[in-house]
């Protein structure tokens, strides 16, 4: 008998609906959510009404054109001007359930993130779309490599499981050695790890004397957090070494969850949830839209996330945006070819953590010692990100070096979402001095 | 059941009776969610009911506004 299990589809109303009804439900959504943003965001209003717009001028979705960008610097500039979060929510701090943050940027200020009861909600509802395209059912056995901390990470893909009604088991703090273990004794069907840690769990087994490919039951890998996931040759890798099938999916703590996800076709690109999100791919430069397979920044808005609206925020995201035609599924949400391919500036991403070359600076100049520094960014064994902060300390404080080291590093990584920095003594005189604008990081990784 | 007010979804489409029941389900829990006079066992769980059916509602563009009572 046919029942919801046997549905390709999480949401077949919406996820099938013809481009043009697709535009106008984006349509009805977005004027109401101006409006409310308008009506309950000081931050908003004053970005509207120093735009000369008012919500009456939204009526087509082309007129989402006439409403200004929203930045990540804004962001920050108003969390700093009325801490802790600004006057872009709209309700106050009682109504909500959940506190996140994201990865320091410019000093050591991240972006502070409230939902209400709704809200998480809705973040896990956003998994089960991606969830459900790749094949996750309620008879699934989903174990979470994922340590479950204030970095939104996977947290919502562990509600979102619960509420397919598939038996999660949640990793926490164990260590890859126990990781391995349990997925192979509780007989896991599914995984879900960055790209990164789906390899290295996978070695380690490898010394286990585990074949995950003949002890497990892990029939897929749902990664996030890195472009890697949409990378050919690291997905191969990973589907060679766990006998599984591997599956993209990426999103950002600022809207809480995921925007894209692959289906179970693997049409090349991750489809885009264009009943809950307008994607627009715009010249980073112009600000003018990018047609289909031309790369440009992602700017999105978001319908869900009641506390914190998000409208045309700049991601700095580079994609290449085609029609969803490029799929076979059936869905009418348009595609990102090879998923997110990078950044438009200079931010770095590391093993999933966003690194800002001025948020490193920030830390290394609390050290007077460290006279010069640089960023080494390095590809090891083509797969694996490592970051390198080389110091530099004037000669009578190199014998202070085996005290300071380990503080620096300490401190680096509880603003990068405790990302492990490499941390290495330069030799006296050995790194660039700079008169002008200072380029003190290296990335020495494969470009393309 | 009172049935919901509402007979359109946002694509102004008739609503299904199963979509009105869904939505006649959301106003009946978002009525009980406005209550104060509720023990917390009762007012915990309905709010924890009312955003679930919300997501249902609003996954069918049934809806697109806040609970507010969550």
Do not use: H, M, N, W
């Given at each position: 008998m046919a029942g919801p299990d046997t549905s390709p589809y999480w949401n077949p109303k919406t996820e099938t609906l013809p481009r043009e009804q697709l535009a106008a439900l984006q349509t009805e959504k977005l004027r109401r959510l101006v409006q409310r943003a308008w009506n309950e965001s000081p931050f908003h209003r004053r970005l509207y009404e120093r735009a000369r717009?008012?919500?009456?001028?939204?009526?087509?979705?082309?007129?989402?054109?006439?409403l200004p960008f929203m930045t990540r610097e804004d962001w920050m500039a108003c969390q700093a001007e009325?801490?802790?979060?600004?006057?872009?929510?709209?309700?106050?701090?009682?109504?909500?359930?959940r506190y996140h943050l994201t990865s320091g940027t410019s000093g050591r200020q991240p972006l502070r993130v409230l939902d209400s009861r709704k809200d998480w909600a809705w973040i896990g509802e956003m998994w089960c779309y991606g969830f459900w395209a790749f094949g996750?059912?309620?008879?699934d056995t989903v174990f979470f490599a994922f340590?479950?901390?204030?970095?939104?990470?996977?947290w919502g893909a562990h509600y979102c499981c619960e509420k397919i009604g598939c038996l999660v088991l949640p990793s926490g703090n164990l260590t890859t050695e126990a990781r391995v273990k349990q997925l192979v004794e509780m007989e896991a069907t599914v995984v879900c790890a960055t790209p990164t840690y789906a390899l290295r769990m996978a070695q380690c087994a490898q010394q286990m004397g585990i074949d995950l490919r003949r002890d497990g039951k892990v029939e897929r890998v749902i990664v996030s957090?890195?472009?890697?996931?949409?990378i050919p040759a690291t997905k191969r890798l990973i589907e060679e070494m766990w006998g599984a099938k591997c599956g993209d999916t990426a999103g950002m703590t600022e809207i809480g969850t995921i925007m894209i996800f692959e289906c179970?076709?693997?049409?090349g690109g991750t489809h885009i949830i264009e009943d809950h999100f307008i994607e627009e791919v715009l010249?980073?430069?112009?600000?003018e839209p990018a047609g289909y397979g031309e790369r440009g920044e992602r700017v999105v808005t978001s319908f869900g996330r009641g506390f914190i609206p998000l409208i045309r925020?700049?991601?700095?995201d580079l994609v290449e945006k085609v029609p969803h035609?490029?799929?076979?599924?059936?869905?009418t949400g348009d595609l990102y070819r090879g998923?997110?391919?990078?950044?438009?500036?200079d931010m770095k991403l590391i093993r999933g953590t966003n690194v800002y070359p001025r948020a490193v600076e920030a830390i290394v100049r609390e050290?007077?010692?460290?006279?010069e520094f640089q960023i080494v960014i390095t590809r090891e064994d083509d797969i694996r990100d490592e970051i390198t902060v080389q110091c530099e300390l004037a000669p009578d404080k190199r014998p202070l070096w085996d005290a300071l080291a380990p503080r620096i590093g300490k401190d680096l990584a509880d603003v990068h979402e405790g990302l492990r920095f490499n941390v290495a003594l330069a030799d006296p005189g050995s790194l660039p001095r700079f008169e002008?604008?200072?380029?003190?990081?290296?990335?020495l990784r494969p470009k393309g | 059941m009172t049935p919901p007010r509402?007979?359109?979804?946002l694509l102004g489409r008739e609503l299904s009776a199963d979509e009105r029941e869904l939505l006649g389900l959301y106003e009946r829990l978002r009525a009980l969610a406005s209550r104060?006079?509720?023990?917390p066992c009762v007012t915990a769980n309905v709010k924890q009911a009312l955003v679930m059916i919300w997501n249902a509602c609003n996954d069918l563009a049934l809806i697109a506004e806040e609970p507010r009572v969550d």
């Open positions: 717009v008012t919500p009456d001028r939204i009526k087509t979705l082309d007129d989402i054109r006439r009325k801490p802790l979060f600004g006057d872009l929510v709209t309700r106050p701090r009682a109504d909500a359930i996750i059912r309620p008879r340590s479950y901390g204030s970095f939104i990470g996977f957090g890195e472009p890697a996931g949409s179970d076709r693997q049409p010249d980073p430069t112009s600000g925020y700049r991601t700095k035609s490029d799929c076979s599924c059936g869905r998923g997110i391919l990078g950044r438009v500036d050290y007077p010692e460290v006279e002008l604008k200072a380029k003190r990081l290296q990335d | 509402q007979v359109d979804d104060s006079d509720l023990a």
